[in-house]
């Protein structure tokens, strides 16, 4: 590891020194490569033993592409939300929830206690409870919203599956076994009704197909002609999870 590098010699002075940037030696590394995070951090990987001054140099090179890169994460930031959340859009299913918190001692449960309204009832005071709490009950709507959504849609195609599984899954949307199996991601209800049921119609294709051939192509556009837009939205769609989907437990 090397120390950063010392602040008068990098290229943004009135760059946030908290999300700053760092210089990480690697044995493995041949030679220098740049790497900006969605955060907005950069880092820089040198073989061992480069020199400040190549650093500096490779830095001045790349300003340009930096800057851009940079100025992209700035565009594409998540805000750090407060918790508990004030609303949950499960936009998925056009249901959007006002986070009431109605106090008491027992241990925190969330629920819904009329249409639009999920009270937080009891002792709040604790987040990893509250998150929890918050957790359970995404996964009951998940339950209670994504299975009939696949069974209408498996319907409107004509497919059939043995059963689906209802997971909350930090890398995957969806997916389908040999055995007919459907998994979707709780974190589907996130997303745009349209988004959802390309992934629906993605994972009931697999039934057939289990590939991504180009009759998996071909059956998937005969469903869903937008699929190539709706499939890059998908691959974006963890800015729209809320983060305490998976933020510490
Ligand atoms: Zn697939």
Redesign the pocket.
């Known amino acids: 590891m090397l120390d950063a590098l010392p602040p008068q010699l990098p290229l943004w002075p009135d760059d946030n020194p908290a999300q700053g940037w760092a210089v990480r030696e690697s044995r493995r590394a041949r030679r220098l490569a740049i790497r900006v995070f969605h955060t907005g951090r950069v880092e820089v990987v040198v073989p061992r033993r480069t020199s400040r001054r190549a650093v500096a140099q490779f830095l001045d090179g790349h300003r340009a592409w930096i800057e851009s890169k940079l100025s992209h994460a700035r565009r594409h930031a998540v805000v750090p939300e407060p918790f508990p959340p004030s609303r949950i859009e499960l936009s998925a299913c056009g249901q959007s929830w006002r986070v009431h918190l109605a106090g008491g001692s027992a241990p925190v449960r969330a629920r819904a206690i009329a249409p639009g309204i999920l009270a937080l009832a009891g002792d709040s005071s604790d987040a990893r409870q509250v998150r929890r709490a918050l957790r359970d009950w995404l996964a009951r709507e998940a339950r209670a919203l994504l299975g009939p959504a696949l069974a209408d849609c498996a319907r409107d195609m004509g497919v059939e599956y043995r059963r689906v599984a209802i997971r909350r899954q930090r890398t995957r949307w969806g997916s389908c076994s040999t055995r007919g199996t459907i998994s979707l991601n709780g974190c589907l209800l996130f997303q745009t009704p349209q988004v959802m049921r390309y992934l629906l119609v ?2 009931l294709v ?1 039934t057939r197909h289990m590939n ?1 051939s180009r009759s998996f192509w071909a059956e998937v556009a005969r469903h869903c002609s937008e699929h190539a837009r709706l499939d890059a939205e998908l691959l974006d769609g963890w800015r729209r999870v809320p983060s305490w989907v998976f933020g510490e437990t």
């Open positions: 993605h994972e697999h991504h």
